[in-house]
């Protein structure tokens, strides 16, 4: 009865997760699993299912639950049917000690997600609704199935961080679960062990060293670390956290969460300790098959050794995709990201998602939600009855509730900035001040700002999508500047960014600030002549995609080429010479007020 | 009723919890905004504050927990029972009420009683979370992602300390004055200006930096995970410390003299800052002297108003994208000017 398999591939940590999972799912959250939609996520989910406690519920979310089902509310059919209010119970409560499971968890709005989060946090359902006050103590697992493309689809980081897992199927395999490391009967004594399992200090000091070098600032990494490390110590029979517990829980747990590379070991201390510690040379889980089960637990003497074993084992479990994109800057790589999808992309003429409903008047320019209506009539349909003495439904004026739209005017401007050659620094510095500035005075329009900076080779978002000051002053604070002048490549990842953007219900504009004197073409290389060729490509296929632009010349002498350019585009153009921040700023309100009204 | 981790056992993010104890001592500063990064235990402070918190005396009955003996501050039925002789009273948890995401607005503002409605045909009312509230904290986790009507509903109510109900043929008001303490994460939106400035305090809070803080975070956490009751009853000698020390500032509160020249300081900052309106000084100089009642002094000095100065300023600056220094760093910056360094 090995505790560990060697070979810990990807495949081998599902099976493994699915195990540990099944041990405590209320404690470690949940698990998201990236990946594209197959089988092998499919039968992933079955196997958590199958390895649950016998009669576990087992709930699908769909995304566009209302609140009145996810939390509970008035029961309406039942209500019409007694003659008195009747609650129901929703979603949540329903999973209580079993799972919910969120498809296309990528695209889980922030509301829903702070809503999961708070269930997570607190174990219990808050219902305050339709004239119901109750709580539902609810410990639940969420199964989070992340689908999306690209770094820019993920599930909200506020979930991400409350869920123990990140399992990743994308790169290497598609979720082709091996055999399992425990049986179900290991799982059964271990649920029965668990709350006899220790961790020492010197794990948990592991655990939270570890999470620091890898910029992991969440407590509750560590947290969750340790509540793994102890879950599969208690698969493996021991009472007490052994080394090898550690490192299989710093894989799973820290290393997925990582958002820069460690630093290299100090040399001379891993020095000095190599000559007693061989495996610390192997991999970490050959490491962990050396220990018997039982007999690895983790001394006082071993402490410093152990922070190594563990910072080693997170840095070698670092995803290699994760690697990757800790190299690029920010991103270079979402130029493929949205090409060719396609997808429901406008709603008809009241524009904007459903965002619940309200009591109101029936007025020109509002819609009747006859569902909720409906539920507002139906615990007084008894006593009006009797009122009136007709056998009719009776629904008043006060029962009327009104379908609110979200905002038609969400507006998102994605700001492509030109940070080549020599007005590079006072161009950057004057589109930060005006994004900055755009988001301080966006609280109530609740515009979205996104800044590219393309320069060098290629073009990088510097700044994705976002209404958050606080992450754009985070993102803008250091912005290179100097190069080549790769004009394409801008136009190509706006284009894309852009694109993106109204699938998700937003109205973009494009302001590019610029000289509009190409010199990279789109494929990396020098050349004024084949630069400009395919910058006026880009430039049309901006026009036939019907982007709103606008094509902003701050340089001291308006250049012709930055015209040409805005007409390529379709765009307004617009030069202004010594322009700051306030001057941008205004142009392009004036600008997206236009787009939006549209 | 789920196990409550204790406030004292809360590691570090000592200017939250002292935000948090000084509009428990004096409500009157207008509740705290706690803003910060994920994991840092934001809403465990605040309700292990409710714990804390020690009990106030009420009218027997009354569902807006009315304090006897404050005429203005009664809500009608109150009043009607006062007229007519003496009231009951009785002492009862000062009440800490969520305000959950997804709360429909009758539950909010209170609503006809449907049961009763229904049963014995009488129109009353249900009174909602704003009622429930009253002379206790609403807690709003996630306050910017609360949805803009029910904003607009909180500003209008924390403004007038009167929740107006004019629904389904019913015409109420009742005194509705309440701590807000909301919760959020930066990252996901901004806050409107209007609901930031009905904040007294706000708090900035951080992971800890320090890897033995860190490593005592996650190892309490576990321990109270592992056995609630054992760990709270672990920590129960230190929050009823805690608890004694609220009760005494509280008494001490009205004798703590605010000398002429902590005034003109205070004054001085907020001209020095450019905050706008008075808020700013009022709050300012009434946190310091919850701050030195916690302090057992009895009078407010400039240790006081240094240490109040950051979380009842710093989200009341004129907002300057421009200016790369957050916040904090100017309301540092401003005192140190002023105070010397």
């Known amino acids: 009865m090995t505790s560990v398999t060697a070979g810990a591939g990807p495949e081998h940590d599902a099976a493994l997760v699915a195990c540990l999972f099944a041990v405590d799912p209320g404690g470690f959250g949940g698990v998201s699993v990236r990946s594209g939609c197959g089988p092998g996520v499919d039968r992933f989910v079955k196997l958590l299912h199958r390895l649950l406690p016998a009669g576990a519920p087992f709930r699908r979310m769909p995304l566009q639950v209302a609140d009145g089902r996810l939390l509970g509310g008035l029961d309406l059919a039942a209500t019409l049917q007694a003659g008195r209010p009747v609650l129901e119970r929703g979603l949540l409560a329903d999973a209580d000690g079993g799972c919910l499971v969120l498809p296309m968890a990528e695209r889980l709005p922030l509301a829903l997600a702070a809503r999961l989060c708070a269930v997570l946090d607190n174990k219990e359902v808050i219902v305050e609704r339709d004239g119901f006050a109750c709580r539902h103590a609810t410990r639940i697992a969420v199964i989070a199935l992340d689908e999306g493309y690209g770094d820019d689809e993920r599930p909200p980081a506020a979930l991400l961080d409350r869920l123990a897992f990140h399992l990743n199927f994308e790169a290497a395999h598609r979720g082709e679960v091996q055999d399992l490391p425990f049986d179900a009967d290991q799982i059964e004594a271990a649920r029965a062990r668990l709350s006899a399992v220790m961790a020492g200090d010197a794990v948990l000091k592991a655990f939270c060293q570890a999470a620091a070098a890898i910029g992991v600032a969440s407590v509750r990494a560590p947290f969750f670390a340790t509540r793994v490390a102890c879950v599969h110590a208690a698969l493996a029979g021991r009472e007490r956290v052994s080394d090898a517990d550690a490192v299989v829980a710093s894989r799973l747990v820290l290393a997925p969460r990582a958002t820069m590379r460690p630093a290299p070991p100090a040399p001379e201390e891993s020095h000095e300790d190599s000559d007693d510690r061989d495996q610390q040379q192997n991999p970490p889980e050959n490491n962990s098959l050396n220990q018997e089960a039982g007999n690895g637990e983790s001394d006082a003497a071993n402490n410093g050794k152990l922070d190594d074993v563990v910072l080693e084992s997170v840095r070698a479990a670092i995803p290699a995709h994760l690697l990757a994109q800790l190299e690029v800057p920010a991103a270079a790589r979402r130029s493929s990201a949205a090409s060719g999808r396609a997808g429901a992309q406008r709603q008809s003429a009241l524009r904007g998602r459903p965002a619940g409903t309200r009591s109101g008047e029936l007025k020109a320019g ?33 029962d009327f509730r009104i379908k609110r739209f979200k905002h038609r005017s ?45 320069r060098g080779g290629a073009a990088d978002l510097i700044l994705p999508p976002t209404r958050s000051l606080a992450r754009a002053k985070r ?103 010594n322009a700051d921040a306030r001057t941008l700023l205004r142009a392009v309100q004036a600008v997206t007020a236009q787009t939006a009204a549209a | 009723m789920r196990p409550i981790y204790p406030f004292s056992a809360i590691v570090g993010q000592d200017e939250m919890k002292l935000a948090l104890l000084a509009s428990a001592v004096d409500p009157s500063i207008g509740g705290v905004l706690v803003f910060g990064d994920r994991g840092t235990g934001k809403s465990t402070a605040v309700r292990a504050l409710a714990v804390l918190l020690p009990a106030m005396k009420t009218v027997v009955g009354c569902r807006y927990h009315c304090a006897p003996g404050s005429n203005g501050a009664m809500c009608s039925e109150c009043h009607e029972r006062a007229n007519q002789g ?93 701590v807000l303490i909301g919760t959020g994460n930066p990252e996901e939106g901004e806050l409107r200006p209007q609901l930031l400035d009905r ?50 500032a509280k008494a001490r509160l009205n004798a703590v003299e605010v000398p002429d020249a902590a005034r003109e300081r205070a004054a001085k900052l907020c001209m020095s800052l450019g905050t706008d309106g008075l808020r700013g000084e009022l709050t300012l100089v009434r946190a310091a002297r919850a701050l030195a009642a916690l302090d057992k002094k009895s009078r407010v000095e400039d240790t006081h108003l240094r240490r109040a100065a950051p979380s009842a300023l710093r989200h009341r600056l004129r907002r300057d994208p421009l200016d790369e220094a957050g916040s904090t760093i100017r309301v540092e910056r401003a005192t140190a000017d002023l105070f010397g360094p």
């Open chain 1, 475 to 577: 993102s803008l604070c250091a912005l290179p500047g100097g190069g080549g002048t790769p004009v394409a490549s801008a136009l190509d990842a706006a284009a894309a960014l852009a694109d993106g953007l109204r699938r998700k219900g937003f109205t973009p504009t494009i302001v590019m600030l610029t000289d509009g004197r190409a010199n990279v073409a789109r494929d990396g290389n020098g050349g004024r002549e084949q630069a400009e060729a395919d910058a006026r490509a880009s430039a049309r296929m901006l026009r036939v995609a019907g982007l709103a632009s606008l094509v902003i010349d701050i340089s001291r002498q308006p250049h012709p080429s930055a015209e040409q350019l805005a007409a390529d585009m379709g765009a307004r153009y617009l030069p202004l010479p």
């Open chain 2, 199 to 248: 904040f007294g305090l706000s708090v900035e809070v951080k992971t800890p930096t320090e890897l033995e803080l860190r490593v005592e975070v996650v190892r309490r956490r576990d321990q109270f995970e592992r056995d609630p009751p054992v760990f709270i009853e672990k920590w129960k000698a230190a929050d009823d410390a805690l608890r004694r020390d609220v009760v005494a």
């Open chain 1, 366 to 398: 509002t819609r009747l939600n006859i569902v909720e209506t409906l539920r507002a009539a139906a615990p007084w349909q008894k006593l009006r009855r009797q009122q009136s003495r007709s056998e009719r439904v009776h629904v008043r004026r006060d």
């Open chain 2, 86 to 178: 003496r009231l009951k009273t009785q002492l009862v948890p000062v009440p800490v009420v969520d305000l959950p995401l997804g709360a429909t607005e009758d539950r909010v503002v209170g609503a006809l009683d449907l049961e009763r409605a229904l049963s014995q045909g009488v129109k009353a009312f249900e009174p909602g979370l704003l009622a429930r509230a009253n002379r206790g904290f609403l807690y709003v986790d996630e306050v910017n992602l609360l949805e803009d009507h029910l904003v607009d509903l909180l500003l209008d109510v924390a403004a007038s300390g009167e929740n107006v109900v004019e629904r389904e043929g019913l015409s109420i008001r009742h005194p509705a004055r309440f």
């Open chain 1, 410 to 454: 969400e507006t998102a401007t994605v700001f492509v900035v030109d940070a080549s050659g020599s007005s590079a620094l006072h161009r950057l510095a004057e589109a930060k001040g005006a994004v900055e500035l755009m988001l301080a005075d966006c609280y109530v329009r609740r515009d979205r700002v996104a800044l590219i900076a393309f």
